[in-house]
């Protein structure tokens, strides 16, 4: 497997790293890496470098390192050596063709989901380091092309996919209309100033998945919920600028985000069922802009659905019949601990659900996530062959449904089941709750 | 810029109409929408199956068809009620019930001028994006548009545009620059790789926008020449009202200062800076920062007042005299009103953006607790709880408040003495 | 030749105070100069921060088997925790140290039974050889070991083995009681400025990431 793992590594040729590469000096190197270094970096880096004793017991964290048959370079520490940790050591004097590798390393072998950080005994964030070498990486003009167009749709459109206004705005009322065949009085509220909340989405959705909007519409008109959804940008939560190491682009988004809700006057911000998103608008984004925490309260769709089914506003007809196994986004569930509550919602919907193992916050991460499935064609193999444990872990189940209330997880896991013949399939919470819920005629 | 004066200030409480009766006449009535001078009550109105109109005042519009759609309603500055509609499978805007007479493949993003004059909207017609202003579509049109801006006076328009062709993942086409400004829908000679929100100057002759030179610089462009000076991050221009000069907060060093036509004028940094704003009278530059990390409230000059608030300082607002500001403030999810530094002593669980009196002595806001909408003035609450109510707007002598609200559903145009409120 | 007295009493008497100075000031400035890089960049660390979650965190990871890690790998616990106590009390509770402060300053404490102090002696380098075996063996460990790794490890070890060694008369005391001295001082010294500076800033990295987890993130951190 480690063999493999090197083969398919020496075959992928990406234009993004490869033009950008070209393009570096080892001048331009040492300069931007230690200006990275001194100007933006400070505490956490300096005492993770100098704290870790190389102990390698961050190994077993890492799917990608289990994945790749225990090769010790995959290790999180391991990846850390060789990017970061090289960096340092040669004060930023490292060559072009390093410059590329370590791109490589953190755009694609590491998706940021911090499950190594709970099993370093120091608690050592590998996946901030990761993210620092991305960044001196974007700063250098050497990231995967295809998460770099979408850093670059972020930057025009304040959306992940090029979605044009009048596209997203079309799009939702289309949505609304066909809703209405279902339930005749059906709304998706535009700009509705002084609702309860606004209702953001990531752009897949409107680009290639409005069903979930159809779904989400339903959900909250039956719940009788008083929701908005903007018209202008701030619509979108995702944030693959973050993962580029963009965050000047990062924040703009953000800042066009929180103040789309601050300018409609809601009490509080409901988001699709992404995790990438979550992190960005939770837990660095906002950060970025000097919001400790997010202005306006961002409540996770997990969140939002229990409390919902809490307090009766939506009941289930029949609960779901098929088997259904939970899989655990990082960024929703080691990132903002929302494991309980999905259990919960989950277990409401449906009958019969086996846990996999490992679960709640020790879950093996989905490995899409991170941006590394938005780095696109050229690492698919490896993204899905650095996965083997997690095909491992889920068909250990049995289970014929996968849930998971994650875009990246679920985009990731349809590769994984579909490359390794697993027997499942997988739905978002909103699929089972709209095929379960009572609704109005 | 509302004209207030020929408002009638002369009654107590008028009963416009009574919306209950409404729900009666349609499948059902969208959200409420009312006049600046609170004479009139719309909202959009569903007939039948893709049949739309909107209502006014108990009366819809007279027109031959229904809607296929009907949104954005909104009233402008001059009490005009205007809609983005769809007939024939063709966009337009409604204004009053008549349609414009160009139609689109589609139509959003309407904006008015201070005084409601001017409408523009952004239009899309087979795959070309542009702006209509007053029913005049630009020559020019353009593969995409975004950050859509009309000028105050209405005598400009101007969006970022897309002037070179992209496929997708041609990122380093993109990095040499595909987008530019368009003024009255006339592009910048020069593009930039990114170009965002724009600012007009007074005198209607140069336009300002954020720009960005490649992944990295970035810094203000005006009527298409950028800066010398490059910044970390920028914000939104402004133009001095007075002196014709550009401000714009900048990032530099990983911390925000305050930068006129290209040169630091704020002795301090700070962690955030935007929303800068100029006093009527010229002589002040406030702005909505953080002096240190998660802690927000308003500058004067570069000098924060002394209270911070943790979540967001938001709505600021120069007094008519230019002596003081009131902002909304939000804390553990609460929000307030501030003013000159010093918060109402109730928290809301919303509040809307403060308006000044013509004197500058009484601050006026919306505010919303427990699902009931009051109207404040400087921090006291007026008795009456609404389901409710909009801005507030002061008369032009200061000493009535016109207070648009609904109870039981009955829309009432009222005229208050402020010292009712505040007595 | 400089005899035996001469470097004893200098190992023992000036040196002594070098060491403290360089390992107390060394230890000092260390933590003054990462929360100065705090307040440079990332100050945003103070609003995570909580004594609570910092403790749930520390108390968690010094319980033997109290995380999932140490469970996953049994041996390496033991090892560790061991080794660790073991550093930590034989310097402490050592008759021979305790004799030696009684001398300079008239005061002591209870010590560890000879027999029991030898043990241990020979347990803390039984971990340190484990310790060498598993950067030889293990491809994780081996593929991230650095030379200094072994430096350290030997700096760690020298005042066991050289104690050991000492204590019981080995060839020549005197021989082994200057190095056990010396290499005890070089320990110390060593801490601030080597990777054993760990000792400094683990109790830091902890706190912050389980504020982090069980602040921010709402989830466990074990």
């Keep these: 497997m480690a063999e493999a793992s090197e083969k398919i590594e020496k075959k992928i040729i990406d234009e993004g790293l490869e033009t950008g590469s070209k393009r570096l000096t080892e001048e331009r190197i040492e300069k931007v890496i230690n200006e990275v270094l001194s100007g933006e970096t400070g505490a956490r880096l300096k005492s993770y470098t100098d704290t870790c004793v190389h102990c390698g017991l961050c190994a077993e964290a890492c799917h990608v390192y289990l994945s790749f048959n225990r090769d010790p370079k995959f290790s999180p520490a391991g990846k850390v050596k060789r990017t970061i940790g090289e960096m340092i050591k040669r004060k930023g004097r490292v060559s072009p063709e390093f410059i590329k590798e370590a791109s490589e390393i953190a755009s694609t072998e590491c998706n940021v989901c911090k499950r190594c950080a709970m099993y370093c005994p120091f608690g050592i964030d590998t996946a901030y380091m990761m993210q620092t070498v991305r960044r001196i990486c974007h700063k250098l003009g050497v990231t995967p092309l295809y998460i770099q167009d979408t850093a670059h749709s972020h930057a025009v459109t304040q959306n992940q996919m090029w979605v044009k206004e009048d596209e997203w705005i079309d799009t939702l009322q289309w949505q609304e209309e066909d809703a209405r065949e279902e339930m005749s009085n059906l709304r998706i509220p535009l ?152 259990r919960y919602v989950i277990h409401e919907l449906c009958e019969n659900v086996i846990e996999m193992h490992p679960n709640r916050e020790h879950n093996y991460c989905c490995n899409a996530g991170g941006g590394v499935i938005n780095c696109g064609p050229p690492f698919k193999k490896k993204r899905v062959e650095s996965n083997r444990i997690k095909a491992d872990q889920i068909s250990d189940t049995g289970a014929e449904i996968l849930i998971t209330p994650c875009h990246n997880c679920h985009s990731g896991m349809e590769d994984i089941i579909s490359y390794f013949n697993v027997d499942m399939h997988i739905k978002f919470i909103s699929d089972i709750m709209y095929e379960v819920m009572e609704k109005q005629e | 810029m509302t004209n207030s004066a020929n408002w009638d200030w002369g009654i107590n409480d008028k009963l416009v109409a009574d919306t209950n009766e409404w729900k009666d006449s349609y499948n059902w009535v969208e959200e409420f929408y009312t006049s600046p001078d609170g004479e009139k009550i719309a909202a959009v109105v569903n007939m039948d199956e893709a049949e739309f109109n909107v209502c006014v005042n108990g009366s819809a519009w007279e027109i031959d068809t229904p809607f296929e759609k009907a949104w954005a309603l ?57 702006m209509s202003v007053n029913d005049v579509p630009w020559e020019d049109m353009y593969s995409f548009i975004t950050c859509m801006a009309l000028s105050p006076d209405g005598k400009m328009t101007s969006a970022v545009v897309q002037t070179v062709d992209l496929a997708q993942a041609e990122v380093f086409k993109f990095q040499e620059g595909c987008y530019t400004v368009a003024p009255n829908g006339k592009a910048w000679s020069r593009n930039f790789v990114n170009a965002w929100n724009m600012a007009f100057s007074p005198d209607g002759t140069k336009v300002a926008a954020e720009v960005r030179h490649n992944l990295y610089d970035y810094t203000i462009a005006v009527n298409g020449e950028p800066w010398d000076q490059i910044f970390g991050c920028v914000w939104c221009p402004i133009f001095h009202h007075k002196k014709g000069t550009v401000i714009a907060p900048v990032r530099t060093a990983g911390a925000w200062t305050m930068v006129e036509d290209g040169t630091v004028i704020w002795d301090r940094k700070f962690t955030q800076i935007w929303h800068q704003m100029v006093s009527p009278d010229g002589s002040k530059l406030a702005a909505v920062v953080a002096p240190s990390y998660g802690n927000w409230t308003i500058a004067v000059d570069g000098k924060p007042w002394d209270t911070t608030f943790g979540e967001m300082v938001s709505d600021a607002v ?104 505040v007595s | 030749m400089i005899d035996f007295n001469t470097l004893y009493n200098f190992l023992s008497g000036p040196m002594v105070w070098v060491t403290f100075i360089i390992f107390i000031g060394g230890s000092i400035y260390r933590i003054w100069d990462l929360i100065s890089l705090v307040n440079k960049n990332e100050k945003f660390i103070y609003s995570y921060m909580s004594w609570k979650y910092s403790l749930r965190s520390i108390m968690h990871w010094i319980t033997p088997f109290a995380t999932t890690n140490w469970r996953k790998h049994p041996v390496m616990t033991v090892v560790t925790f061991v080794f660790h106590m073991g550093l930590v009390i034989m310097p402490l509770f050592i008759s021979a140290h305790v004799i030696l402060f009684n001398a300079a300053w008239n005061i002591s404490w209870w010590v560890l039974p000879e027999g029991l102090a030898d043990v241990i002696t020979l347990i803390v380098i039984v971990c340190c050889i484990i310790f060498f075996l598993r950067r030889l063996v293990l491809r994780e460990v081996k593929y991230l070991t650095t030379a200094s790794d072994y430096v350290i490890l030997a700096i760690a070890a020298a005042p066991f083995v050289t104690g050991f060694f000492a204590y019981h008369k080995f060839i020549d005391y005197h021989f082994w009681l200057i190095l056990h001295i010396l290499s005890g001082e070089i320990m110390l010294m060593a801490i601030p400025f080597t990777r054993l500076t760990h000792m400094l800033f683990a109790v830091l990295t902890r706190s912050f990431i389980g504020s982090e987890f069980g602040g921010v993130r709402h989830a466990k951190d074990w």
């Excluded at chain 1, 960005?280 to 961002?298: E, K, Q, T």
Aim: proline share 5%; net charge neutral.
């Design chain 1, 191 to 342: 700009d509705k100033e002084g609702a309860d909340f606004m209702y953001s989405v990531i752009a897949p959705e409107p680009k290639f998945q409005p069903n979930l909007i159809y779904q989400a519409a339903i959900i909250f008109n039956t719940a009788g919920c008083d929701w908005t959804m903007p018209s202008f940008p701030g619509w979108d939560n995702s944030d693959m600028a973050m993962f580029t190491g963009d965050l000047e682009i990062m924040a703009r988004n953000k800042r066009f985000h929180f103040e789309a809700a601050q300018k409609l006057k809601v009490k509080r911000i409901v988001m699709g069922e992404c995790g990438h998103a979550f992190r960005s608008v939770y837990d660095v984004g906002n950060r970025w802009l000097s919001w400790s925490m997010p202005p306006i309260p961002m409540i996770h769709a997990i969140e939002f659905y229990y409390d919902l089914l809490k307090a009766g506003k939506i009941k289930i007809k029949e609960k779901y019949k098929k088997s259904v196994t939970i899989h655990d986004p990082c960024n929703v569930v080691r990132g903002r601990g929302l494991h309980e509550m999905l």
């Design chain 2, 318 to 421: 120069f007094s008519p005299d230019s002596n003081r500001i009131a902002a909304v403030a939000t804390e553990n999810e609460k929000y307030t009103v501030v003013v000159d530094g010093n918060a109402w002593d109730q928290t809301f669980d919303m509040a809307w953006k403060p308006v000044f009196s013509p004197d500058s002595q009484y601050v006026a806001s919306k505010v919303e607790k427990d699902g009931k909408y009051f109207i404040a003035v400087n921090g006291k609450l007026w008795g009456k709880a609404f389901d409710n109510a909009w801005e507030p707007a002061f008369s032009p002598d200061g000493s009535r408040l016109l207070c648009r609200t609904i109870e039981d559903g009955k829309y009432y145009r009222r005229v208050v003495p402020v010292s009712d409120i």
């Design chain 2, 74 to 130: 909104k009233f402008s500055q001059d009490n005009r009620l205007t809609a983005i509609i769809s007939a024939d499978m063709a966009w337009t805007v409604a204004v009053d019930g008549q349609l414009w007479e160009n139609t689109f493949d589609y139509v959003w993003d309407k904006r008015f001028s201070d005084d409601g004059k001017t409408i523009a909207v952004a239009v899309q017609s087979d795959g070309k994006y542009g």
